[in-house]
């Protein structure tokens, strides 16, 4: 690719957007998302655009694998900043088939600076090994250990103080999402969170 390229592209967006009332004046007036969307930094899935929303719209944070690692300051402070000062009303983990972070954590290889990282991925199949070696089929396993990474990431975020206070002052919902990567839809997992964090919520509650 050129790179000149996206310079192009920026002016007939630019353009574009000129013909719209207001469009930049608005953009640059601040914002006030209603969702949290915690993705995959994968190229090939974007927060926006799958969900047909609009700049302004969506606070966003990517990295490797959608993971909410509990020591991880960056999407700490992302979940912080959403949540406390933007007051985001849903927060999102959204996972996608066939992801390169997760097929990762199924293999022994080293990977170098990844390792760490991929730990915490790991540590997802550890809590879950039971079930997912029971699947024969590699293809179906995979599949399976996104949505259930996707689920750890979720109980990870309801762990955060801040959320569990805006659960109880405004009703925020946390979500599961897949994006299959080879059909285009978007899929809820429609995680039973109540069922699943009944034997935990005592641990990690802040009054």
Request: charged letters at 25%; a negative charge; one cysteine or more.
């Amino acid at each position: 690719m050129d790179i000149k390229k996206v310079f192009d592209n920026n002016r007939e967006w630019v353009k574009a957007q000129l013909e719209k009332p207001d469009y930049f004046k608005n953009l640059a007036a601040g914002q006030a998302p209603e969702i949290l969307y915690i993705g995959c930094s994968d190229s090939r899935v974007t927060a926006e655009e799958l969900m047909g929303l609009q700049p302004g719209d969506v606070f966003v944070h990517r990295n490797i694998a959608n993971m909410v690692p509990n020591t991880d300051l960056n999407v700490l402070s992302v979940i912080n900043y959403a949540v406390q000062h933007l007051k985001v009303n849903h927060v999102v983990v959204c996972g996608h088939y066939n992801c390169g972070g997760v097929k990762a954590a199924m293999e022994q290889s080293d990977l170098g600076i990844l390792n760490p990282w991929l730990k915490n991925v790991r540590d997802v199949y550890r809590i879950h090994r039971k079930e997912l070696n029971a699947i024969e089929d590699p293809a179906v396993r995979y599949d399976r250990f996104v949505e259930l990474n996707v689920q750890e990431q979720c109980i990870n975020v309801i762990k955060a103080v801040e959320v569990q206070r805006a659960i109880i002052e405004r009703n925020l919902t946390v979500h599961g999402w897949i994006f299959d990567v080879r059909s285009g839809k978007l899929i809820d997992l429609a995680i039973d969170f109540e069922n699943i964090t009944k034997n935990i919520s005592d641990i990690y509650r802040i009054e």
